[in-house]
Each structure stands twice: as C-alpha cells, then as structure tokens.
C-alpha cells in the first residue's frame, strides 16, 4: 500500500463524505441518509445513497459504491494515489515526502492540472503587474467590472512576448511533448514554439471541483486573429461538457426552486454575477450539449435560456431549449429585445429592468410557436403542416410521455387539427428521433438489496464486520483457506486485528481503505447500505453461514468420494478405513 493505514485513516476522517458528494452532486436528507441523482447513470428518480453514518455511498440503480476514495476516483477518474493527494489537500493534510511501499509520481491527469494551476498564476501576474497588465486593468473597468470580480475569478492577462508562458514552464521542469498537448504551447512549421495566447484578456475556465482547465482570451485591441480564443481541447478539457462559472453558480442555485440562468459568452456570465444573479453559467462559444444538461440537472430543475436578442441568438435559443427538452430538463426563454445581449442590458438600462426580464420568461411552445408564425402562415394548410412537422420533430426527441401529451394538445389547439391525428404522425417520427424509450441503465433495480444466493460469503463477512460476536463466530466456524472469494480470505486474515479485545465494530471506512478492488469494494459497501431490520440482518447472517459451511461440506464429501475410490483401487485398507469414518461423520453432521 502506498500510504499506511493511519495516513489514510487521517485523510478519510478530515473529508466527510456528504460535503465532498455535495459538492458535485446536490443531496436532501432521507431519513439517516442523504440521496441525489446518481452521477454515475441516467437516472429520473434518485437511486443515489450516501449514508453519513458509515460514511459510504451506493446506488441501487447501477450498483456502483464505496467510500470517499472510490467516488473521486469513479467521479474524477483518478487512480488511488491521486484520489488520497486530492483529499489529503482539500483538508490541509501534508504527506508524508516518500510515502510507504513504491513510490508513485504524479500522474499525466495530474501534470495537466500543474500545467493549467500555473498558467494561470503566470497570466494573473502579468494582469497585475503596473505595467504590462495596464491595458487589460483598464479595458476591464471601462466595461465597469471592478476588481473584487477580477480577483475572484483569477483573469489574466497574456502580453506581447511570444513564448513567455513555454519558457515559464519550460522552467519547471514540463517537457515540450507534455506541453504541446496541453493546447498552451503550439509548434510553428519551423518547428519554432510559441504561446498560444498573446495580447489578450484571459478567462480561466474551471472545472467543477475549482481546478483550472483551459482558458478563453479576448483581443482587447485592434489586431489580427480572432476576437475570441478558446484553449483547445485537452485531456483534461472538453467543450462539450464545461460551462462557464459553474464552479462558482452552483453554491447559489436555490434549493426550494433550483433555477439556473444560461447565457451566451463570459462577459454575459460576469455582468450576471456581478449584479447579483449568481445562479448562472456560461457556453464555452459551443452549442449546449446533452453532457451539458445531465450536469446541470445535478444542480438545477430548470433552465431559463438567455440568449442574445438577433436572429443568431433565436435560432441559438430555439436549439438550447430543445436540448434541455430532449434531456428531460424544464425549460424556458427570457428574450432580450432590440439585439441586446445581458451584459449591454445590464449596463444600459440596470439590473432591475433585466429582472423584469427574467419575470417575462416564456415556455418553450410560445417561444417556438411564435417563431414559427413568422415564417409561416398557419391560416393555410401549407403553413399548418409546416409548423405541425417543425414541432413534432422537437416532440419525438422529448423522452417524458406527460410532457409530450401535454404539448401535443397545445399543438392540436394552436393548429386546429385533432390530437389522434398528431399522435399517430409523431409515432411515425420517433424512431428517427431517438427518445423512444429511456436506456436501460435509467432503470432503478427492482431488486436493490443483495444477491443472498450467489454472495454469500460476502454478505456474511460485510454483516460480521459491524458485529463483534459475529466476527469470533466466523474465526470459529471458518478457515481462510476454504473461502472461495480472494477478497474475503484477504478480510478474513484481519479478522483478528479487528476484534483486538474490542467490544464495538471498527469504523466501516477504516475497512474499506485497506480493500484495493473496487468492484469488490462496491460489492460489499451494497450490503452495508441495505437497510436490514434487526431480525432480517440475523437471518441472513444465519443463513449465509450456513450455506458457506454446507459448501465446504459439500466440496469435502465429494473430494472424500474421489479418495475412497482411489484408496480401494489401490488397495490402501488404512488410508480408506480414515476417509470412510471422516464420510460418515460429515454425513451425520449434516443431519
């Protein structure tokens, strides 16, 4: 093990499992739990436990589970190491310098996120340096944004020289091939490296947990390039699945009404937050995305779309709703007039008149319905079918049955055709759309305690663990070497170390820390989160002994079988008479 027991006993204890899960995973008290929508799958009602008591967390949807190493490490796709670093660093924990056993240096993952930690202080320097972040100081006030906006979310500045950063790095030790890949550095056709980022004003865009993952730069002077820069994809980075600000907003989202505001472009999101409405993200100058969705619907229950008020921003509106719509997420529009965007509303005219705004919010269908009358004219039989098709085309991707029925009868009064009639032209539609039913993994077990057949030394041995006299009755009853399950005969074998004279069990998360297999660990953390009724917890005990030491009886009597046999055909009278009597004695005991 790379760290001893008492290290990770330490780091386990300083991190609660509730307030880590709760920083990604919005959790309401149920009873002695806490539950949520699992992270894991796709899912409509929560199946996600995390139990406070023992520390643990388990879903009955998909059967993943574990303590609070295995969720960061499932959630942030970390390996062991870095999972107890990460801890160990959220509670202000040093490590120990040459940890035991191997030593194991960071990962590539790991290295990324030095990459991006340290750009970004080289950049927030560079903006606060007198003179060469003067420019970007001064851009920044005249768009009246103030400082405390500009220290809390750590803006840059990126200068005239063109390697800067790559020779910053290169100091630190990065090899050129790590910071390539990186999306910071690039490569000329000369074979020359440079920065990716000059003479711009830099966003840092942080992932969920705070960590800084890429970053978008914007020219604030007359030169060549683009107005906008956004990092490249990475492998710490993906488009597809940031948003602006997130790390920020989702501490602000009202838990009695979980509405989040989603804005086109940085300074939309900082004109919100600044002003007040905090409850708000931004898209990376990317259309929003199904992973967008499933991570905002940890979060929230409601999207109120804000997008600029031209026409690229309707069309741009009209696909970000239908996305909300096809991930199962209620949506709706606040619509800017005379092609403003929130921030020059915000400055022009105040946040009062923009929370006016907001209070005009509109449901999907009007925004939509209207839309389309623009174009079309639903007095002729032209202009009916082509607003019917353009709707139900979005209704054959929405996945809820009551929220397609409810707006095919809006349809059918707006159209005036008869609701049978849609319906069985929707049902044409839906294979092509995709949503016809949920996948399998939405599916909650209908069966969500343990399998009591095929696991039974798992469930024995998980339930022995918070009972002491169960425990002395398994070191009696069994021995490590007939337990099939290699994991168990691992448990087994500290048995003896838990019960050192202790009249109560040990802590569930110390257990847990000393077992590397994951699957394994999931596997016994199930049984731990079964809420047993005292008699049912005892039952199962019984039983699942019992069948273990019927199976090892069972296996005996056949390999007894195979020895008697053996014995007779070799004539060896003593060595048969010795198996018999052992045959007989298990035949009896069975008895």
């Keep these: 093990m790379l760290y001893g027991d008492n290290i990770l006993e330490q780091v386990q204890s300083a991190n609660d499992i509730v307030e880590v899960i709760s920083q990604v995973v919005p959790l309401k008290r149920s009873g002695r739990n806490f539950k949520g929508l699992c992270p894991f799958h796709q899912e409509k009602t929560p199946s996600f436990m995390v139990n406070a008591e023992k520390q643990i967390f388990h879903c009955f949807g998909c059967q993943t589970g ?16 870095e999972a107890v670093r990460r801890l160990a660093e959220r509670a202000h924990i040093r490590l120990p310098e040459k940890p035991s056993g191997r ?24 903006y606060l340096d007198p003179v060469l972040g003067r420019k970007a100081r001064e851009y920044f006030a005249r768009r009246k944004f103030d ?44 074979g020359t490296l440079f920065d990716l980022f000059r003479n711009r004003l830099l966003f840092p865009i942080h992932q969920l947990q705070g960590k800084v993952v890429a970053f978008g730069g914007r020219l604030i002077e007359d030169r060549e390039g683009p107005k906008y820069l956004n990092s490249p994809e990475n492998p710490i980075f993906s488009k597809r699945r940031e948003l602006f600000g997130l790390h920020l907003s989702k501490k602000f989202i009202d838990r009695e009404k979980p509405r989040i505001l989603v804005v086109e472009g940085y300074f939309g999101f900082l004109r919100l937050y600044q002003n007040g409405f905090k409850s708000a993200v931004a898209t990376l100058g990317t259309a929003l995305t199904e992973e967008h969705v499933r991570i905002l619907k940890r979060f929230a229950e409601e999207a109120v779309v804000i997008y600029d008020g031209d026409k690229a921003g309707e069309a741009a509106s009209l696909r970000g709703m239908e996305v909300f719509l096809e991930g199962d997420m209620s949506v709706k529009l606040a619509r800017l007039e005379g092609g ?12 009062e008149a923009f929370a006016e705004v907001l209070g005009k919010a509109t449901d999907f269908f009007d925004f939509k319905l209207e839309t389309l009358q623009k174009r079309f004219n639903r007095k002729d039989s032209f202009g009916v079918m082509k607003i019917s098709s353009e709707f139900l085309e979005t209704f054959a991707k929405i996945k809820n049955p009551i929220l397609q029925t ?8 707006a159209v005036n055709i008869d609701e049978p009639a849609l319906r069985t032209q929707l049902a044409k539609l839906a294979p092509k759309g995709g949503a016809a039913r949920p996948a399998a ?6 069966t969500p305690g343990p399998k009591r057949v095929t696991d039974d030394e798992i469930i024995c041995f ?18 490590e070497a007939e337990l099939e399950e290699p994991m168990i005969r691992s448990l087994f074998g500290q048995f003896g170390q838990f019960e050192g004279g202790e009249s109560k069990p040990p802590a569930l998360a110390k257990v847990l820390s000393r077992i590397d297999d994951e699957g394994f660990k999931a596997r016994l953390v199930a049984v731990f989160a079964f809420e047993w009724s005292p008699e049912d917890k005892e039952k199962a005990f019984t039983d699942c002994l019992k069948n273990i030491i019927r199976k090892r009886r069972e296996k005996r009597l056949a390999e007894l079988m195979g020895m008697i046999a053996s014995s007779e055909r070799d004539g060896q009278a003593e060595a048969l008479g010795g198996y018999v009597r ?10």
């Design 582 to 591: 052992e045959y007989q004695a298990l035949l009896k005991a069975k008895e």
């Design 406 to 413: 409810h707006y095919l009868r809006r349809l059918s009064a």
């Design 147 to 190: 400082e405390a906006l500009a220290e809390e979310m750590k803006m840059g500045w990126a200068g005239d020289a063109w390697d800067g950063l790559f020779q910053f790095l290169s100091k630190k030790g990065f090899p050129e091939e790590l910071l390539l890949k990186s999306g910071l550095i690039c490569r000329s056709t000369k």
């Design 340 to 351: 403003l965007d929130p921030d020059d509303l915000i400055r022009e005219k105040g946040a």
């Design 103 to 126: 030593e194991e240096g960071p990962s590539d993952t790991e290295k990324y996120y030095e990459i991006y930690r340290l750009a970004c202080e080289f950049y927030r320097r560079q």
């Design 441 to 446: 993994a939405e599916v909650p077990s209908k």
């Design 462 to 479: 998980a339930l022995a663990v918070e009972n002491p006299p169960w425990r002395r009755t398994i070191l009696k009853e069994l021995k």
């Design 66 to 81: 574990g303590d609070v190493f295995s969720f960061l490490m499932r959630y942030e796709n970390m390996s062991f190491p």
